[in-house]
């Protein structure tokens, strides 16, 4: 069992800037893939990041490419998104997700429903 704690959310103008953090209980975290994904008012809960369990293996949807950095930091139990340039369409409730094992490929870490451990969630809202 793995309980997340996601930390970071808030408000902000757009074109700023905010750090998003999710805390893991397990310190075997290591062996576990991390994921952000978020959900709009009204909208499916859809992927934004992913972070295999190495850390050398990160993918984004594509609107936000560019401008948002997945990382991890396994003797800390930590995954972060780092989120720049934000725009009012990436208001939303930014979830942290887990799911054990070594796959590094991007149709399973973008693909929801194989995360087994998620967190409650955190408010990111962006002002026009």
């Known amino acids: 069992q793995v309980q997340l704690v996601e930390s970071g959310g808030g408000l902000v103008q757009a074109g700023g800037s905010l750090r998003l953090s999710c805390a893991a209980s397990?310190?075997?975290?290591?062996?576990?893939?991390g994921g952000w994904f978020r959900q709009a008012p009204g909208k499916e809960r859809e992927f934004v990041a992913a972070?295999?369990?190495?850390?050398?293996?990160?993918y984004y949807t594509d609107s936000v490419k560019g401008r948002f950095t997945i990382s991890r930091d396994n003797s800390k139990n930590t995954v972060h998104l780092q989120m720049n340039s934000l725009k009012p369409e990436d208001t939303a409730v930014y979830y942290c997700?887990?799911?054990?094992?070594?796959?590094?490929?991007?149709?399973?870490?973008?693909?929801?429903?194989?995360?087994?451990?998620w967190g409650q969630g955190t408010q990111v809202t962006v002002s026009s």
């Open positions: 997700a887990a799911r054990p094992g070594y796959s590094s490929d991007y149709e399973t870490l973008s693909n929801r429903p194989t995360y087994d451990y």
């Open positions: 397990r310190r075997t975290f290591s062996r576990y893939a």
């Open positions: 972070i295999d369990w190495s850390g050398r293996n990160t």
